[in-house]
């Protein structure tokens, strides 16, 4: 019997169609990740451009922070005229990435201003002392942004720094004109005779960091057993003399080798660190709260100030100022110069128009005290420290003359070995000294005599002073240094900085003679604490990046 087969069992039996269905199941899923591939791969490849631009950005923004650094190795000035590229400038060597710079003005300012040191470098808080630029990179539409913070090693970082090691001219006989020169310029110009450097001596004691842009003269005593001037504390300390050392000349107790002891690191390769010619930004810049003209006397009483003035000769008293600043103007003109050879010269009464200010007290909050024309020490100024007189808290005070800073040391003496009637080997002189008991309050006369006698501001034995002191022009000297008898020791805590350097002992170096004996000491606190709107050196190639951050674009 045949057996006919069913037509659906027929139809069940045929794959044909399934096959087909599966075929385009499987196409359409293939198509799918093709496509997703492909989305993928595009994307992957616009991620890499845009991260590749970034880069690229981002190193042509480095590109600008090393054209400024370029550009201030050159000209050590370069900072001062607040540069900025005029245009976006195309990184060497590519064709699409470019980068632009400026100067930032300080957190102060709103605008950084050309040769105005105020607006420009930071003179709060523990930025004290830089500055900043701001450097944008673009490269295929995307920019970024680095903000570099600059340093450099200020007047703050040493605890003695000059400009020249020699005496300053303005104290000279002849007032020479060609002291302004370094060693080695001064010997091609003969002149080391006539512009005699100042020695370090046997008994002086620079504990921490020194510079000098110049030689250093250093005396170590024959007659003393070999005794030797000390510089720094440990190996941490730079000691830097530029033009190296030599042994003092003018005296023949000293020996020709000059071999100190140096407990700090020595090196002739420091930067070139040199005072601005003025002290002026402190007045035009820094708008100190207080300004006083002429003749000022201020005696620090912890966070108050008790003031007297030609105006108000029965003194005020005043609070700090809050910005911390005070600045002493020339009422009218200043015609009679300072000398530290004429002893008996009444400089109360004849610069009284000029902008003198006179200084003592004890301070526990942060003050700049800037002067026309000299600061005068006229009694221990300090702050809150440990028994061993180094300086504690958070109270900075800044002494800045634009002429000199002055220990008072009023004497009476034989005129002829007072005035600058002077040889190399330094006249003798019988001197008195003008010491008296201190006494409370300003001098009833504004005479030489009321400065001295009256007033208790006489010799000053063992004197200190707790602060960053910093002459622009002159130095930092003591009042007829060749008279009198051992005043004892001078100690400071702080800093010294000065354009030429000044005495403040006799030149008789190993017999006990005037004038007193150097202890400097460091104030580590004026690394990130440092006094209202202190001074910044004007010259310097030691400007070095101290931090870099990522910020926006414009």
Not at 17 to 32: D, H, K, P, Q, R
Not at 304 to 313: D, F, G, H, I, R
Request: aromatic share 10%; hydrophobic share 30%; with cysteine.
């Amino acid at each position: 019997m045949r057996i006919v087969p069913h037509p659906i069992r027929r139809r069940v039996h045929d794959e044909s169609g399934y096959t087909l269905i599966f075929a385009i199941v499987v196409m359409f899923v293939s198509s799918l990740l093709i496509t997703a591939a492909l989305a993928s791969t595009s994307g992957d490849i616009h991620l890499t451009r845009t991260y590749t631009s970034q880069q690229k950005a981002y190193f042509a923004a480095q590109a600008g922070i090393q054209v400024y650094e370029y550009h201030l190795s050159v000209e050590p000035n370069y900072w001062l005229s607040c540069p900025k590229t005029s245009s976006t400038v195309a990184v060497p060597g590519t064709t699409e990435e470019t980068y632009k710079y400026e100067t930032m003005p300080s957190s102060s300012q709103t605008t950084c201003k050309a040769n105005e040191q105020l607006t420009i470098v930071e003179s709060a808080s523990s930025a004290n002392g830089t500055f900043r630029i701001k450097s944008i990179g673009e490269s295929g539409g995307v920019k970024r942004s680095i903000v570099a913070t600059l340093k450099h090693p200020g007047f703050l970082n040493y605890v003695f720094l000059s400009n020249y090691e020699v005496e300053d001219p303005a104290t000279l006989p002849e007032e020479p004109k060609e002291c302004a020169h370094y060693l080695k310029e001064r010997e091609k110009l003969g002149v080391t005779s006539k512009c005699p450097g100042v020695p370090f001596v046997p008994g002086d004691q620079i504990n921490g960091p020194f510079h000098t842009n110049d030689a250093t003269s250093i005396c170590v005593g024959g007659g003393e057993g070999g005794a030797a001037p000390v510089f720094g504390r440990n190996s941490k300390d730079k000691i830097e003399m530029n033009e190296g050392k030599y042994g003092y000349q003018f005296d023949a107790l000293c020996e020709k080798t000059p071999n100190p002891t140096m407990n700090g690191t020595y090196s002739e390769n420091g930067e070139t660190l040199t005072p601005p010619p003025t002290d002026e930004e402190l007045l035009k810049q820094a708008t100190p709260e207080y300004t006083f003209d002429g003749r000022t006397v201020i005696e620090l009483k912890k966070t108050k100030l008790e003031v007297w003035t030609a105006k108000k000769p029965g003194g005020e008293e005043k609070a700090f100022p809050s910005n911390g600043i005070i600045y002493v103007e020339n009422e009218g003109s200043c015609g009679v110069k300072y000398s530290p050879f004429k002893g008996d010269v009444d400089y109360g009464k004849e610069r009284a128009t000029c902008g003198d200010v006179y200084v003592k007290g004890e301070y526990t909050a942060s003050l700049t005290i800037g002067s026309a024309e000299d600061v005068i020490v006229i009694g221990n100024i300090e702050t809150e420290h440990e028994s061993s007189g180094k300086p504690t808290g958070v109270a900075t005070l800044g002494l800045i003359a634009e002429n000199f800073v002055r220990v008072f040391h009023p004497v009476k003496c034989n005129l002829s070995s007072c005035k600058n009637e002077r040889s190399a080997t330094e006249p003798g002189g019988t001197c008195e000294e003008v010491n008296q008991e201190p006494k409370e309050g300003p001098p009833e006369e504004w005479g030489w005599s009321g400065f001295g006698a009256k007033s208790g501001w006489g010799s000053q034995k063992n004197l200190t002073i707790d602060a960053a002191i910093l002459s622009t022009d002159h130095s930092f000297i003591v009042d007829n240094f060749l008279c009198g008898t051992s005043l004892g020791t001078l100690t400071v805590w702080g800093a010294i900085a000065q354009n030429f350097r000044g005495r403040v002992c006799c030149a008789k170096t190993i017999k006990p003679g005037s004038g007193y004996s150097k202890d400097y000491n460091y104030d580590e606190r004026l690394k990130t604490i440092q006094p209202p709107s202190f001074l910044t050196p004007t010259a310097t190639g030691g400007w070095t990046i101290e931090r870099e951050t990522e910020g926006l674009p414009d």
